[in-house]
């Protein structure tokens, strides 16, 4: 037997905790978050924490669930720029199926296909695991700095559409899925046990060898094709790129203590035999930028003295970074498979 | 003296000014480098210690064995409909379509690619078996959920908002703030199950990226319309269906639990035109049904799936359906959760009781979408529903 649910008594307890209204306006870039954080609703260093799914702003319930545990300091996750960083990422969203111009590719010489898909190859395996690693976080996050959740979440469906377009690129040609990249160094950025050694070794490390990679894809890329995929690429690691270099100048400012723990993780991630994830050293991915670098197989060594240009300017650009990030003395204590490209 | 000579003088010039060490270029004559190299070299600028790591060594020719690999040379794929452009459906073509009942690589390996050789490190996927999560049209509801993208910021009428009397701009608040924090707490949840998830099933990941990213979005929106007009954020969300999600120990527990509340939920943006007070939230719920819609598809598809690979698993799915009913209809009595809808559905403070009679006609009809919806994937809930929901759907016993 059942009964129609019984009305309770109405409360209206929670009419009255609207206590200080005040509107938001749209700028010209419309609704954003940085609007909606005014009016005393920004983070806080100092903010009172429950560990519940509270978001910020809201009034605690004296009943909820904790939800397991979450980092208890803004700093140990908040990036400054991420409010700005996710209204980009929604904004700049774009389709793997329609904004590349796939009708323009032609069949390209057997070598210089086959090179193509072995990097796209190894760029699906990359972006597979950077976007698990957001993912994992995603429950460490405190609903005091859920716009961090918010730009993870949206690095999460970037890196998705990495993995799509590059698995298109090596079939969409007549070449097909080569070889597996196995020693990329990507277990260690599911390894990490803290938020800002993720960061540093994901966004900062790894995002930033493949950024400076990407950058390089007018070089790399034999088509109109290939070359607006690193584009569109580029485009999203760069902002990921930003939020682990705001992360890290962040952590540093606030907690400056931490900065020998820092160095600690990079030195462990800089002895692996190419320098951390993000590796483009492994011979399939070295030897396939070489043809491509050097427009051939016949050119193969011009196509390698360009790659030593490229792993130049990915450890150029890597120590530049951190210099930003407040990280400057790392120059003199770089793993050695990266010191000889420093100069 | 000859062309070559002089070609030589010059790149030896060249080679000091870029402070390579003296004689680096003829070592590297001597082992076997040529002009392209050298010559590469130097225009690419290299400085001393790179360019000896490059040439100061004998010549080791490429491996290029990883060009060996099979591959379906010459298959390539196409789009079938110019106007979706090359879509993960159209890539799945030849071995590349095929998706293993199966997966045994524990490794990161992209699936269709050629195994390394040698022993590789585990990656702790534990999702092997493709029916544990598989959904036959990820591949489509991912690239649909591309085409459907919106932005908050933009695509909603933040300036046309104007002001409303304050008990309905409180009970909007309220709202908003309670699904902002659904819609977070959900991707959340969602997004710790990515790294179990093997590449061997990468379109149902790429779907569920999309889904995040859907949620994300609600959050984000859903937040901005609680502060875009004087109002604010209200008492926080009920933590009980969401703390059931997280317990979840296996991905078809999840999909069960979130079985009831995605059937709720996209009933009620179905229908939450009728709560709003402006095209802006007209437009904010049925943009969150589109996006929820989707997510109901997979649900649907996945569990029916599912059930046809694990016939043995039926009954236990009860348990997991029946948690998130007790737990989601303890939420629909909670004040902060029913009186805003009530007072929204009774047009104010003073419509309340008209309101309350509006509302358990709406949780009628999200309780039968639930049981059609799992009807539709072949599960026959009604017989067994708990009592505090088919106290929506049964007529009072006299």
């Known amino acids: ?343 | 003296m000859p062309a070559d000579a002089a070609l030589l003088e010059a790149a030896r010039a060249r080679a000091r000014a870029l402070g390579w060490d003296d004689g680096l270029i003829d070592r590297a004559l001597e082992h076997g480098y040529g002009a392209d190299a050298i010559g590469g070299a130097l225009d690419a600028k290299l400085a001393g210690k790179q360019a000896s790591l490059f040439l100061d060594r004998p010549r080791i020719p490429p491996d290029l064995t990883w060009m060996q690999s099979p591959t379906e040379w010459g298959v390539r794929a196409t789009p079938a409909d110019a106007e979706h452009g090359l879509t993960v459906a159209d890539i799945m073509v030849g071995s590349y379509g095929e998706v293993p009942d199966l997966w045994t690589d524990r490794t990161e390996i992209a699936r269709g690619s050629h195994p390394a050789e040698g022993t590789i490190e585990d990656m702790g996927y534990t999702i092997f078996e493709k029916a544990i999560a598989w959904a036959p049209s990820v591949a489509d509801l991912y690239e649909e959920a591309i085409r459907e993208r919106w932005a908050a910021a933009t695509d909603l009428g933040w300036r046309s908002l104007e002001a409303l009397p304050e008990d309905i701009e409180r009970a909007i608040c309220q709202l908003m703030t309670e699904q902002s924090e659904r819609a977070y707490a959900q991707a959340v949840v969602l997004g710790r199950w990515l790294p179990e998830i093997s590449y061997g099933f990468v379109e149902l990941k790429l779907f569920l990226g999309s889904v995040i990213y859907d949620l994300a979005r609600h959050a984000e929106a859903f937040r901005k319309r609680a502060l875009a007009n004087g109002g604010g954020l209200g008492l926080q969300a009920p933590t009980d269906l969401v703390r059931g999600a997280a317990e979840a120990r296996s991905f078809p527990e999840l999909a069960a639990y979130l079985f009831v509340q995605d059937s709720a939920m996209l009933a009620f943006f179905d229908e939450a035109g009728a709560l709003a007070r402006n095209q802006l939230e007209r437009d904010l719920y049925a943009l969150a049904a589109r996006d929820r819609a989707r997510l109901m598809r997979y649900q649907i598809e996945r569990l029916a799936s599912y059930l046809e690979a694990y016939p043995d698993r039926r009954v236990e799915q009860h348990l997991y359906l029946r948690k998130a009913e007790i737990r989601m209809a303890r939420e629909w009595r909670d004040p902060a959760v029913r009186e805003p809808l009530a007072l929204l559905l009774g047009g104010g403070r003073d419509g309340m009781a008209q309101g309350e009679a509006a509302l358990l006609a709406m949780r009628r009809r999200q309780v039968e979408a639930y049981l059609a919806n799992l009807a539709a994937a072949g599960f026959e809930r009604a017989p067994r529903l708990h009592s505090a929901l088919r106290a929506y759907v049964e007529p009072a016993a006299d």
């Open chain 1, 1 to 343: 037997m059942s009964a129609t649910p019984e009305t309770p008594a109405l409360d209206l307890s929670w009419l009255d905790l609207f206590d200080e209204p005040a509107a938001v306006e749209p700028s010209d870039r419309g609704l954003t978050l940085e609007a909606i954080a005014a009016n005393g609703l920004a983070a806080r260093e100092d903010a009172p924490r429950d560990m519940t799914p509270r978001l910020r702003g809201a009034s605690a319930r004296a009943n909820a669930h904790r939800q397991g545990l979450t980092y208890q300091t803004k700093a140990d996750v908040w990036a400054d720029q991420c409010l700005a960083l996710y209204e980009e990422a929604v904004q700049r969203q774009w389709s793997s199926a329609r904004d590349i111009p796939w009708g323009e590719l032609e069949p390209l010489p057997d070598e210089t296909e086959r090179a193509v898909c072995q990097l796209a190859t190894m760029l699906a395996e990359v972006e597979f695991i950077a976007g698990d690693v957001p993912g994992q976080w995603l429950p460490s996050i405190s609903g005091d700095e859920f716009e961090v959740g918010l730009f993870l979440m949206s690095q999460i469906m970037d890196e998705a559409r990495h993995t799509d377009v590059f698995r298109k690129r090596a079939l969409a040609n007549g070449g097909g899925l080569l070889a597996q990249g196995a020693g990329l160094g990507l277990r260690n950025l599911l390894d990490a046990k803290d938020f800002t050694e993720m960061s540093v070794l994901m966004h900062v490390q790894a995002e930033g060898f493949v950024q400076s990679m990407f950058r390089m894809g007018e070089l790399i890329g034999p088509t109109a094709a290939d070359k607006r995929i690193f584009r569109m690429a580029a485009q999203d690691e760069s902002r990921h790129l930003a939020f682990g270099v705001m992360h890290l100048k962040h952590v540093l400012a606030e907690t400056p203590e931490r900065r020998e723990e820092i160095h600690h993780y990079l030195d462990r991630a800089e002895e692996r035999s190419g320098g951390g994830s993000g590796d483009v050293t492994f011979p399939p991915v070295f030897e396939s930028l070489a043809i491509l670098l050097g427009g051939g197989r016949d050119h193969f060594d011009e196509g390698v003295a360009k790659f030593l240009l490229l792993r130049r300017r990915q450890v150029r650009e890597y120590l530049h970074r951190l210099d930003v990030a407040g990280l400057g003395d790392r120059r003199e204590r770089l793993g050695p498979a990266l010191t000889p490209f420093a100069a």
